[in-house]
């Protein structure tokens, strides 16, 4: 049985990933006035994080039913079945879409499984990464398959820090009262994505010495029974340094872990903004 695993440019899979599972991503439209790029395509991080520090605002769209549509059908020409992993529905329209183009060209559930993260970013990309894993093993019916997806999706642990809520507002993610107090009294504000998929706070510290100590914290707090294979990742929207500086803060507390490192890509970047670090691992399930 072939399964063909698709996802979009919000998963922030890296190039290695994506060509050695062979999984395709549909990239997210981000527009910035009236121009129109594709994430992943004719747009760079590095321009669009400059351009947000001064002032230009980046907006994000999904992709038309139509392209869906497009994109399943060919994938069902050249695979059994195939499997769709979306942004989170609280946070993008992907998810409704790739289900309004299933039923329009009536495909069954038994060939085309669409699965909404509740994440976004390396979240939704450890969803993506570990089901391609499981498929390489061994032969899984499709219900066992979906059984697994769902099975990571409700573990995945996610807290982030942005450098400012400003970002977030823009894009409807915060309040505005919620991003002018938060800045007035210099409070950093860290953030997770919840069980609905939803970004909701989850704790404010006055510094970013000590929001970045307390994200780690947090994250421990969270990660209570283990960690599934071993893999903490450190995300960051054009902050290395910061990212470097929160990796080694992980080590102290998971010595024996895998930690890397991961680019946020323009689709989740324009809505937290540059300086945004985030952790992101999936609890042990099994």
Excluded: W
């Excluded at 994000?60 to 039913?65: D, G």
């Excluded at 879409?97 to 085309?112: C, M, N, P, Q």
């Excluded at 019916?141 to 400012?164: G, M, T």
């Amino acid at each position: 049985m072939s399964i063909k695993i698709i996802t979009d440019s919000g998963s922030d899979l890296n190039k290695e990933i994506r060509e050695n599972f062979k999984i395709d991503v549909m990239p997210i439209i981000v527009t910035q006035g009236e121009k129109t790029f594709l994430d992943g395509v004719n747009i760079d991080n590095k321009e669009l994080y400059k351009n947000m520090r001064e002032g230009i605002v980046y907006k994000t769209a999904a992709r038309s039913p139509i392209d869906y549509e497009n994109k399943f059908t060919d994938a069902l020409k050249q695979y059994d079945k195939a499997i769709y992993i979306s942004l989170s529905s609280k946070l993008s329209s992907t998810y409704e879409y790739a289900s309004l183009a299933k039923k329009t060209l009536e495909i069954s559930d038994d060939r085309l499984m669409i699965i909404d993260s509740l994440s976004a970013s390396v979240g939704e990309g450890l969803i993506v990464y570990y089901l391609a894993k499981f498929l390489q093993c061994e032969d899984k019916s499709f219900d066992e398959i979906e059984i697994f997806a769902k099975k990571l999706r409700d573990n995945v642990e996610c807290v982030f820090y942005v450098d400012s809520l400003e970002y977030l507002k823009r894009g409807g993610r915060v309040s505005k009262l919620g991003a002018a107090v938060g800045g007035l009294i210099k409070l950093k504000v860290i953030l997770g994505v919840e069980d609905e998929g939803k970004i909701a706070p989850v704790d404010k510290v006055r510094g970013e010495a000590k929001a970045i100590k307390r994200l780690v914290d947090l994250f421990k707090d969270r990660l209570y029974g283990g960690i599934y294979q071993d893999n903490i990742v450190v995300a960051h929207a054009d902050a290395f340094e910061r990212a470097k500086d929160l990796a080694s803060l992980v080590k102290e507390v998971y010595p024996n872990k895998n930690i890397s490192i991961a680019d946020i890509s323009s689709t989740i970047g324009a809505h937290c903004g540059p300086g945004t670090v985030a952790l992101f691992a999936v609890k042990n399930f099994e």
